[in-house]
């Protein structure tokens, strides 16, 4: 006498999909908890200054006759344009972070010389600044 074929339990591909789009979306909205407070906050101050920075290449390049200017000096940020300083100037840029002391002054072209602007307590993490200007997080 022949047995009955043993029906066989298994998931479907429907519940398969559920459950790793569940998964993705919990390491979606953990994953950014277990990051370095101190890393969060040197990338926001990064961007600010490179904020400032392209804001400062943008100022020179808009009046030809006048070089923009922008200083790290202590934590403090300052943006000048032909030596005097604009208003909301200078800017603090916080205790939690330390960044690198730099001056850099734009032309009518937009050019500076290169600099790198260094982050601490976060080795590794900084602000560079083409000649030609252009400012990025490397």
Same mark, same amino acid.
């Given at each position: 006498?022949? =047995?009955?074929?043993?029906? $066989? !339990?298994?998931?479907?591909?429907?519940? +398969?999909?559920?459950? %790793?789009?569940?998964?993705? %979306?919990?390491?979606?909205? !953990?994953?950014?908890?277990?990051? &370095? *407070?101190?890393? %969060?906050?040197?990338?926001?101050?990064?961007? #600010?200054?490179?904020?400032? +920075?392209?804001?400062? #290449? #943008?100022?020179?390049?808009?009046?030809? *006759? =006048?070089?923009?200017?922008?200083?790290? &000096? /202590?934590? $403090?940020?300052?943006?000048? #344009?032909?030596?005097?300083?604009?208003?909301?100037?200078? =800017?603090?840029?916080? &205790? !939690?972070?330390?960044? /690198?002391?730099i001056a850099l002054t734009y032309n009518s072209l937009g050019s500076t010389t290169a600099g790198q602007i260094d982050f601490?307590?976060?080795?590794?993490? !900084?602000?560079?600044? *083409?000649s030609t200007g252009y400012a990025r997080l490397c």
């Amino acid at each position: 006498m022949r =047995k009955p074929p043993v029906k $066989q !339990a298994a998931f479907s591909l429907v519940e +398969l999909l559920v459950v %790793i789009t569940v998964i993705g %979306i919990l390491i979606a909205v !953990a994953a950014p908890r277990f990051t &370095n *407070e101190d890393t %969060i906050e040197a990338r926001a101050l990064a961007s #600010q200054i490179i904020g400032e +920075l392209r804001f400062a #290449q #943008q100022l020179a390049m808009n009046n030809t *006759e =006048k070089l923009a200017s922008v200083t790290i &000096n /202590s934590n $403090q940020l300052s943006v000048a #344009q032909d030596g005097s300083a604009l208003n909301n100037y200078p =800017k603090s840029l916080g &205790n !939690a972070v330390t960044v /690198s002391d730099i001056a850099l002054t734009y032309n009518s072209l937009g050019s500076t010389t290169a600099g790198q602007i260094d982050f601490s307590p976060n080795p590794g993490f !900084a602000v560079c600044v *083409e000649s030609t200007g252009y400012a990025r997080l490397c």
